[in-house]
């Protein structure tokens, strides 16, 4: 099944193991110990992760690690850009508007 980012990010689990591995490469059962379902729960979260690209894995020795893949996180970052310019702009034109009134007030 091809999914895409959106879809991997939806679950909050893997939107914590997300937040974990940024901070530092993890294996599986690291991230097992942070999460009260099991190891083999976590490992199909962490594949779902690895098949959108958000996260990358390296072997070291007879430990997988994961690392947080930032460059795809872009996608969604480049995607909520208009929405966040969108929403910048009506809140200055709130601001705007409440000095408007509150200057009115004073005199």
């Not at 994961?66 to 969604?76: G, S």
Request: glycine share 0%; hydrophobic share 40%.
């Amino acid at each position: 099944m091809r999914r895409d980012v959106f879809q991997a990010i939806a679950d909050p689990t893997r939107r914590t193991i997300l937040s974990l591995i940024a901070l530092q490469a993890m294996t599986p059962n690291a991230l097992a110990e942070h999460f009260d379902t099991s190891r083999q729960a976590v490992s199909k979260h962490i594949k779902i992760l690895t098949e959108c690209q958000l996260v990358r894995q390296e072997q070291a020795g007879r430990e997988i690690y994961y690392h947080f893949n930032a460059l795809k996180m872009k996608e969604i970052a480049d995607w909520l850009e208009p929405f966040r310019q969108q929403w910048e702009s009506r809140f200055d034109q709130l601001d705007n508007l409440l000095t408007t009134l509150k200057t009115d007030e004073k005199s």
